[in-house]
């Protein structure tokens, strides 16, 4: 049975969709249907947490009109992971973030991992992730290669240089065993860089776009045959009651009635 997983690139930009697609669509399995996406009505930018918000808000109504159009698991398109869980709790397929599952496919590569993120304040945020996933005692440093995702579009192979040059600095610093690309966009620049016969690193390099889509396609499978199912009973719960399933609707069609206007102000 195939499966439709949908990318979200959480931005008010169609700027990052190709890339995504040309670098990712090629190690989808051969009956995944994958579709990349992006969101209108929000920031195109989310470097800093005040636009996030509004790209959370609006990625909850693209992750829930996912559902209702079919699709058999999300991905939230950014490894801080933006929406990923207030999204299960508003739908019952499969929502993956690409750092938490990164983090979670690390064993398969290595006992321990040294994240290479965009900047200084991104890397404070993946700080903050590792610990809330759980990962302290497995990653064991974070730099950075000063670069935002907004010029990494531009300029792809110097990114991947960057990640060449970094990786293996970062690696000889740490002693880690593995590297996580803490940006999707850093991982589809370095994977392009592969793609066009550059030299693999001499250890992993794990790439969170690649992560993701396979445990989408995994959770998506299991899903289907109805091996996977959100629980209810604590933190992905849903409204019990009418006066809270009330709020949540009147929460989306606000939502809804507003995004004309959002799509005017970005």
Not at 110 to 123: N, S
Not at 170 to 182: D, F, W
Not at 221 to 239: A, D, E, F, I, T
Request: hydrophobic letters at 40%; charged letters at 20%; glycine letters at 6%.
């Amino acid at each position: 049975m195939s499966r439709r997983i949908n990318f979200i690139n959480p931005f008010g930009t169609t700027a990052y969709d190709e890339l995504i697609q040309e670098t990712l669509a090629h190690y989808a399995m051969p009956d995944t249907v994958l579709e990349v996406t992006h969101l209108e009505g929000c920031p195109a930018d989310m470097d800093y947490f005040y636009p996030k918000h509004i790209v959370e808000a609006a990625l909850f109504e693209a992750v829930k009109k996912a559902e209702e159009d079919g699709f058999d698991a999300v991905i939230s398109g950014c490894c801080y992971d933006p929406g990923v869980m207030v999204s299960r709790e508003l739908v019952d397929i499969p929502v993956i973030g690409p750092f938490e599952a990164s983090l979670n496919m690390l064993s398969f590569y290595g006992r321990t991992a040294v994240i290479v993120a965009d900047h200084v304040k991104a890397g404070a945020q993946m700080k903050d992730n590792v610990k809330l996933y759980g990962a302290s005692d497995r990653i064991l440093g974070l730099d950075v290669i000063d670069w935002y995702v907004k010029d990494m579009v531009l300029d792809t192979a110097s990114v991947a240089c960057d990640v060449v040059e970094q990786t293996a600095k970062s690696i000889a610093r740490t002693g880690a065993e593995a590297v996580i690309l803490n940006c999707t966009i850093i991982a589809a620049s370095y994977q392009k860089y592969l793609m066009d016969g550059g030299e693999p690193a001499p250890f992993p390099i794990l790439n969170p776009n690649l992560m993701a889509l396979s445990m989408a396609e995994t959770l998506a499978n299991l899903h289907q045959k109805g091996g996977y199912r959100v629980s209810r009973l604590g933190y992905y719960g849903q409204p019990k009651d009418a006066h809270f399933e009330t709020v949540t609707q009147q929460t989306r069609r606000a939502w809804q009635a507003a995004k004309g206007a959002l799509q005017e102000s970005f």
